[in-house]
């Protein structure tokens, strides 16, 4: 029996779609950016689970950095690990994570996990006393706070122009030569027509500078990402699901409910109610098969997370490892109901109601054909893997589902 050691493979050191595959290889992929975040394992903060009496508390904290331009793309990091026994490879997948979408500017996500957890005293005469635990609060954000530096770096700008602009007009005061020949009452008279002109062109002045405060051009980062982690044992692939949600919000057209949104917006908050549209691309992602030392494993079976594989016959020691890393991209339209109430900027609830799906009522299948990449590591190697290569051409396809 050869023992297979703990191996990555991998896009990249760390999840970065910039560096990934093309989710459509015929239209290509852009990789003008770079994503950064936190190895597995690291967080900003991780406080582990603290217990003060009958309380338990713990809170959690990553980041995620998008720079530049990326995508359509997606990227996977895991390890693989296992045995040959005879004529059977097995392989187990472990840490898995998958990431999917397209980004363009500059902005910073803060995803968190926050929790809060009550105890209960209880006795019994086996166990004697004992703490019951139950959560009592949850907040939990795979996405998290967002700070789009780019708008923000943009409104400075032009804040600073506007300053220097208001700053470079400096207004010189004619000064007035007496009118000889005119009566008092004349020079009076004369003197209000001439103020009244000038509080008008002041008035006009102010109105222009507001049209032009109207027109500035608003600019901010967008991004459609998913990402995922420790799905493979559950669900025998990776599924990110990229998605792009227009609301629909109704509350400006129904008077009492404006009324709540403006006494909100006085604590630096909203309310928001309505409809949301949502444009969805779940993106299948799996091995498929592996090759030891170049040598074709037959097609695997997966179960709870490990990939059964015929045809090692012969293989001993390996030395490398390539996997065969297919994906297939849906096309999905939902449709749900969401509100939101914010105050003061800290307080936030948003909730929506469960999305359904229009493609799974119509019974309508929109898909690209599966698309594969090899990508080999060294058997033990930490690191990233290598890309060898891609198969299989890729299409469109409509299939229309009992």
């Known amino acids: 029996m050869a023992k297979i050691k703990k191996t990555r493979i991998s896009t990249s050191p760390t999840l970065d779609i910039c560096q990934g595959f093309a989710l459509f290889p015929n239209i290509g992929t852009i990789r003008a950016g770079r994503t950064f ?12 689970r603290k217990t003060i009496l009958l309380w ?7 980041y995620r950095i998008f720079a530049g331009i990326c995508g359509p793309a997606y990227a996977t990091l895991f390890d693989v690990s296992g045995e040959i026994n005879s004529d059977t490879a097995m392989l187990k997948v472990e840490l898995d994570q998958a990431a999917a ?5 500059l902005t910073v996500f803060f995803p968190y996990d926050f929790v809060v957890r009550s105890g209960s005293v209880k006795w019994t005469l086996k166990k004697g006393f004992y703490t019951t635990w139950k959560n009592s609060f949850h907040k939990q954000d795979k996405t998290g706070y967002k700070i789009d530096l780019l708008e923000k770096l943009v409104e400075f700008i032009l804040k600073k122009l506007k300053e220097d602009k ?32 000038e509080d008008e062109k002041e008035e006009d002045e ?3 500078d507001e049209k032009e405060e109207d027109k500035d051009v608003s600019v901010s980062s967008f991004a459609i990402y998913s990402q995922v982690e420790n799905q493979f044992a559950k669900l025998g692939e990776m599924l990110p699901q990229p998605t792009f949600s227009l609301p629909i919000d109704i509350v400006p057209h ?6 709540v949104d403006a006494a909100l917006k006085a604590v630096w908050g909203g309310f928001q109610v309505g409809p949301r549209l949502d444009f969805i691309v779940p993106v299948h992602i799996k091995p498929s098969g592996a090759s030891l030392d170049n040598k074709r494993l037959g097609t695997p079976k997966i179960q709870n997370g490990a ?7 012969g293989i001993t020691s390996p030395e490398s490892i390539t996997m065969e890393m297919t994906h297939q991209s849906e096309f999905k339209f939902g449709v749900a109901l969401y509100t939101s109430i914010s105050a003061c900027k800290l307080f936030s609830f948003n909730q929506a109601t469960p999305r359904l799906v229009l493609n799974d009522l119509l019974g309508i299948k929109i898909a690209t ?19 060898v290569g891609s198969c299989d051409s890729e299409k469109i396809s409509v299939v229309f589902e009992p």
């Open 101 to 105: 979408g397209v980004f363009a500017g």
């Open 56 to 62: 338990q508390f713990s809170a959690t904290v990553d």
């Open 206 to 208: 102010k109105e222009e």
């Open 307 to 313: 990939l059964t594989m015929t045809g090692a016959h």
């Open 369 to 387: 054909d599966p698309h594969c990449n090899y990508l080999t590591s060294v058997i033990g190697n930490l690191n990233t893997s290598e890309d």
């Open 254 to 259: 129904i008077e009492p409910l404006a009324a």
């Open 37 to 48: 975040s936190a190895p597995p394992g690291k967080h900003i903060i991780n406080t582990g």
């Open 166 to 197: 208001k700053g470079g007009d400096g207004k010189i005061e004619k000064q007035k030569e007496p009118m000889k020949g005119v009566s008092q009452e004349k020079k009076k008279q004369t003197g209000k027509e001439d103020e009244k002109e």
